[in-house]
């Protein structure tokens, strides 16, 4: 059975940082890309960066250049390091294959405040 668990969120002032992580379980980490997703209140569920199985990187141009995502394969954990913060990043946040499957999280939430 598929598990994606997210932690790390919470409440940050513009330009502060947070590291999310994502502890996947279910045998679905390791053979696909892994991607990290938002929701705003009142906005659809976006795309903020991805991950292959061979480490390359690609970013919403929203957050270029301010976040990182990375993943442990032995760990079956996927990580986002948000830098630069801003309140436009208010929303939670959620991991997922790329394209996704029908098995979101909880996600969690971050906050910028201005």
């Known amino acids: 059975q598929v598990q994606l668990v997210e932690s790390g969120g919470g409440l940050v002032q513009a330009g502060g940082s947070l590291r999310l992580s994502c502890a996947a379980s279910?045998?679905?980490?390791?053979?696909?890309?892994m991607g990290w997703y938002r929701q705003a209140p009142g906005k659809q569920r976006e795309w903020v960066a991805s991950?292959?199985?061979?480490?390359?990187?690609n970013y919403a141009d929203s957050v270029k250049g301010r976040f990182t995502i990375s993943r442990d394969v032995a760990k079956s954990t996927l990580y986002l390091q948000m830098e630069g913060l801003k309140p436009e990043d208010t929303a939670v946040y959620y991991c997922n294959t790329r394209p996704a499957v029908n098995a979101w999280g909880q996600g969690t939430q971050v906050t910028v405040s201005s």
């Open positions: 279910g045998n679905i980490f390791r053979p696909n890309v």
């Open positions: 991950i292959t199985t061979g480490g390359w990187a």
